[in-house]
């Protein structure tokens, strides 16, 4: 019997902390993968007194022995990626030993940036909060069957094909008045793929299918977070690809039926960045005590994260579109002293309480808050303090699955683990 892959995503609209709970899990896999996204994503580890921000790179790469596979189903920018790779390599860690790209993910060109750009200028009021990264492009592309894949980089074809794309790209910007890529950004551009072409670039496919029959244990980690998904977030605030673990399969080539265990990531409240709906939100002196003690601002984008009171209809319905098994709670430690702590149970939409989550969830839904009971300071060498107790069982007996591991600050040291099933 072949063994089986486990998911790991972020149950509300990112930031969630995956980073940290895919390193700490880390030495427990043979290889972590990423399947969806691209540097809009950023992943960050503090351990030794040092924090690392990860954008496209699996977090399984401080682990040696580790295999590090980003996969089919992200989408990759040239520049940002070669730019990693010397960061990490600069901090004295084996990247390319342990790197693996699949060929059939996608690439960003510099004028896919550009045509971000100018599709979030034209919304104007109504945009969407876009970090620019020329994503959203790039997966048109991929659905249009325009795209430019990793793989293209090894035929003879490869500059015809990128000149192909990006003359498209200039006409369309033109339509749009906007200029196109700066001379300078093609340049690196080009610079970097030549790098690119040599790292080791794999049929992803068929390379997880050979390790799971190997029986070697597989992580799937995901970016954003449930809550952004194309198809199931709050559209059209949302990310280009599906965050959900139905794209772990998609995003990698694994089937449905090859999917083990599902960890579910979440904070001990919520947060958001740029625009859409968000019910708990809290745009006061308590707001924003969260985000100052969490350090609440982006890690790819520095932008300062709307912060809110923990919504479980909302978690709920991540718990039940991704098939989560397990779930691990985050930055606990950033409620820590709070005595009016509040928890969103259910939503008040036209007069009637419902506990689910509806097609829309803008301001015209009141979020239904109950009080909790607060706790003092978490040290991973000391028990749990009751309120925490009541607070995490309040979640379980609402999402109706356990919280097996929880977060007692960024560094990988403190992290209380519930139950040793998480990486076992």
């Known amino acids: 019997m072949t063994a089986r892959m486990d998911v790991l995503l972020g149950a509300q609209w990112g930031d969630e902390g995956k980073g940290k709970v895919v390193d700490v899990v880390a030495p427990d896999y043979d290889i972590i993968a990423r399947f969806q996204g691209g540097p809009n994503a950023g992943h960050t580890l503090i351990f ?6 990860l954008h496209t790179i699996p977090s399984g790469v401080f682990r040696e022995g580790t295999v590090n596979l980003v996969g089919n189903g992200v989408v990759i920018d040239p520049v940002t990626l070669v730019k990693e790779i010397r960061d990490l390599e600069a901090a004295g860690v084996d990247v390319r030993k342990n790197l693996l790209i699949s060929r059939r993910a996608h690439l960003i060109l510099p004028t896919h940036r550009a045509l971000d750009a100018a599709s ?18 790039t997966y048109m592309d991929k659905t249009g069957r325009n795209g430019l894949r990793v793989g293209d980089l090894e035929l003879t074809d490869r ?22 890529a700066a001379p300078e950004a093609s340049e690196e551009w080009l610079t970097a793929i030549e790098t690119l072409r040599t790292l080791q670039l794999v049929d ?25 998904d194309i198809d199931f977030g709050t559209y059209p605030f949302v990310t280009s690809s599906n965050t959900v673990s139905a794209g772990a399969c998609t995003g990698l080539g694994i089937a449905p039926t090859r999917i083990g265990k599902v960890i579910g990531i979440f904070k001990a409240y919520c947060t958001r960045v740029g625009s859409g709906p968000f019910p708990t939100e809290l745009s ?28 479980l209809p909302a978690l709920h319905y991540a718990v039940m579109i991704n098939g989560v098994t397990e779930l691990a709670m985050m930055k606990a430690d ?16 036209n007069g009637q309480v419902t506990d689910r989550m509806p097609y829309d969830i803008s301001s015209t839904i009141e979020p239904v808050l109950e009080p909790v009971e607060g706790w003092g300071e978490l040290r991973a060498d000391r028990p749990i303090p009751t309120g925490l107790q009541h607070y995490i069982g309040l979640i379980e007996q609402h999402v109706g699955v356990p919280v097996k591991l929880v977060s007692l600050g960024p560094d990988r040291d403190q992290t209380l683990l519930r139950d040793k099933t998480l990486v076992n």
């Open 48 to 53: 030794d007194g040092r924090k690392h921000v």
């Open 120 to 137: 979030e200028a034209e919304k104007g009021v109504g945009r969407i909060g876009s970090t620019l990264k020329g994503i959203g492009p």
């Open 159 to 180: 500059m015809e094909r990128y000149q192909a794309l990006t003359r498209k790209h200039e006409r369309l910007l033109a339509l749009h008045d906007r200029p196109g």
């Open 204 to 228: 992803s496919e068929h390379y997880l299918d050979q390790a799971l029959r190997q029986g070697k244990r597989i992580l799937a980690e995901g970016a954003q977070g449930t809550l952004l």
């Open 284 to 311: 006061d002196a308590t707001g924003e005590r969260i985000r100052q003690v969490g350090r609440e601002f982006g890690s790819t984008t520095g932008r300062a994260r709307r912060c809110g009171w923990l919504d």
């Open 334 to 349: 950033v409620l820590s002293g709070m005595s009016d702590l509040r928890v969103c149970t259910a939503y008040r939409v």
